[in-house]
């Protein structure tokens, strides 16, 4: 094994992060460019992802750019990837990071009684089809395509490594969010599909769960403005995790580094729980 431990020797790589102007990619990206890859920074909301990587260059004084890209878009897709082979280089790491969820596709109520009929817009009943079209394309689409468009640069050079973002309901379902927990299970069984399509390529495909993190998009659902308590739906979240508390951005890195890296070289199509044990506990 050529890689020391200490060293995870991916300094001059170059990664792609999709949603990268996002709360967890952003974050992501700062890790890969503290380890000297270069990243592209890839997002639809343009100056978020300018903002990220000028972050990066100054910060950690490796080339870095952002990019407007859609990940539903072939042609958006291609574009990017003419830039960054000009830019960084024949592109080694890609992390399909953008993905979210609708309200379109989520319940107001958890579970369903019978009189609920009476307000069938608040139930399963209520679900709009546009809203599961959105978040599966936008999750499973979203992470296919990029995966198409820059793959083809690792498997010519036979190297490379695929991280998908997956989620705590890919495993079983929150309550309200059926869309988004069928669309990252899906993204969990296209990581065992693609590693092992790929697995004779070079190029490894894994994906990162994250278990529940305070982001500022979910701090209103989760703490209490008025009293800085958590929310019922926060306190339930909080129950369980063993841990007993949320996690950080930054504590997904490790595992991000690691997939990227040698360490995990004999490792393809597995989905890594970062989430305070969320997962293993029955709740009892
Ligand atoms: P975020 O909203 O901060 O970031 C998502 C980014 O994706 C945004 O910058 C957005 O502009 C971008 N994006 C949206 N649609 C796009 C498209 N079509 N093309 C390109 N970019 C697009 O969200 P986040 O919380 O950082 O989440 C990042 C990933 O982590 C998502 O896949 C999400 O499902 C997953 N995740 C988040 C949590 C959490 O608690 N925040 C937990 C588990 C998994």
Redesign the pocket.
């Known amino acids: 094994m050529s890689t020391k431990f200490g060293e995870l020797n991916l300094k001059g790589k170059v990664g792609v992060i ?2 990268g ?5 952003s974050t992501m990206a700062k890790a890969m460019a503290e380890q000297g890859i270069k990243t592209a920074i ?4 343009e100056e ?1 992802a300018k903002v990220v990587a000028d972050e990066i260059e100054k910060t950690y004084n490796v080339t870095s750019i952002g990019l407007a ?4 878009s072939r042609e958006s897709l291609e574009e990017a990837k003419k830039i960054i082979n000009e830019k960084l280089g024949k592109v080694d790491f890609l992390v399909n ?4 969820n609708a309200a379109t596709a989520t319940t107001k109520v958890e579970q369903m009684k019978p009189a609920d009929l009476n307000t069938p817009d608040d139930t399963f009943f209520g679900l709009q089809l546009e809203g599961f079209d959105k978040v599966f394309d ?2 499973f689409k ?1 992470t296919l395509l990029p995966s198409m468009v820059f793959a083809k640069d690792m498997v010519a050079r036979q190297t490379g490594g695929i991280v998908n ?4 309901n890919s495993y079983r379902p929150l309550t309200r969010i059926p869309a ?1 927990s069928a669309a ?1 299970a899906a993204i969990n069984n296209f990581t065992q599909w693609l590693a092992v399509h790929f697995a004779k390529t070079g190029v490894r495909v894994n994906s990162i ?5 305070l ?1 500022n ?2 701090r209103f659902l989760l703490i209490d403005e008025k009293t800085g308590e958590a929310t019922p739906r926060g306190q339930k979240i909080i129950n369980g995790t063993p841990m007993e508390r949320y996690g950080t ?1 930054d504590e997904l890195t490790g595992t991000l580094l690691y997939l990227l890296s040698d360490w995990s070289k004999f490792i393809i199509g597995i989905v890594v729980p970062v989430d305070g044990g969320f997962s293993a506990y029955s709740g009892v």
């Open positions: 999709t949603g102007g996002g709360v967890i990619c890839l997002d639809l909301n978020a890209a859609n990940v539903l990071g953008a993905g979210g936008l999750n979203g973002i997956s989620s705590m988004y990252k769960a994250p278990g529940f993190l982001t998009q979910n951005p």
